[in-house]
């Protein structure tokens, strides 16, 4: 397990780049929860995290629109995939389309990685 | 001479020909005979603005006296349906896409009536492989699905045909909903043909009014794209699961390239389309079919079997002659040698046999 940050270092709804080794990850709060992927966009190679931690509209009727998972996507800064923090997986084609995601512990005030 | 086919052959684009838009006096209820006067006749329904070097209909089927042979259901059957073998002939109409051109819409719905009672009566009753269309005035939903539930039923209508481009507002607008519900209520296709930019159907093109005949042949296949594309992304496949479409003259090799863009701009953008949810070119593969005529010809025909490898189905292509006309397919020369025999079988029958639910042969 690698050290990345005290929990109050990174606020609900942010994220923040880490280089743990050679592996660059990207750290998002959502809540107390945390979650680390790989910075690297599955589609273009892009930093994550220089996207935007958001929500997105989720699937709906036709002709509507509703917001939602806010908190849990991972818009990449350049085509605007979305990837689900949660998991790793492009919202778009979950099945196909993923980034690695990270185990995170936290450990007392502690945020670890296990990469 | 003309060869014989070996297997059934369903042609998806023939048009029934009428000679004169007075035949559908007859069929029309009186009210409406107030405009089969001097000086509205000759404008109705809305004119194909632009002119044919040679004219539209192949010259081999005109007769001295201005007539033609698809104005006669008898020669039809000879010349088209004996001779290639052909089991089904979906007939998609003259005059009948220029209806919802018309500023008049409910008028033009009283004329599309009129028009099925034609068909029904003068086609669909001389021989069962002509199969019908029936004919709606789009520009007035409503209207044409109340049609589209009055004849739907006979057993030998098979889908609603429309035209392509829409009457000013585009397909996948929810105004059109009642005709989706209407076909799938009824268990028909929709048929989606060229139609001239006439009336409510025009421009031409996005980039203005082309100036030759040989540029609006062209475009036609640009009305498809932007017109599959509204269907598409605005949901109208997702809404109505059942709904099956078949673009009837506007080609097919674009096809793959569109179903790449679609693709790429879903994973960038498809929080503008949450309702969509499988790739859009799923949605194409499911729910569209296309037309072979006018068949790409390609420098090197082998190159069709790549398009049709990067379409990601055989079943996409519905065999089609257009007859009567000027640029009829016959079946043997328009499918190249190059295409495996299951793949012809499929190009000349299978497919609209399960897409239409035809018959086993």
Redesign the interface.
Known sequence: MTFLCKRDELAPGEKRAFDVGRVRIVLCRRGDDFFALRDVCP?HGANLSMGVLTG???????????YGRDGEVLRCPR????IDITTGR????PEH?RVKAYRVVQRGDDVLVEV | MIEKARQPIADCDVHEGMRSITELKPYLPSEWLMYFNRDSLGRLPAKHPYLHPQGGTRLDVIHPDGTSDDMFPERVREQLLDAYGIEAAMLVGTYVHQFTAMPQGKFAAALAAAYNDWLIERWLAVDTRFKGSVAVAAQEPRLAAREIDRVGGHPSIVQVNLPMPPPQLPWGDEKFYPIWEAAVRNGLRIAFHVSPPAGLLGAASVNGWPTTYMELRGVYGLQFQAGLMSLVCNGVFARFPELKVVLLEGGFSWVPGLMWKLDQSWGALRREVPWLRRPPSDYIRDHVRFGTQPMEEPPDPKQLLQIIDMLGSDELLLFATDYPHWDFDAPGPALPAVLPATLRRKILWENARDFYGLPAE
């Open positions: 589609h997105t509209n989720v699937e709906s009727e036709v002709g509507e629109y509703r085509h605007g995939w979305e492009a919202l778009h084609d389309r």
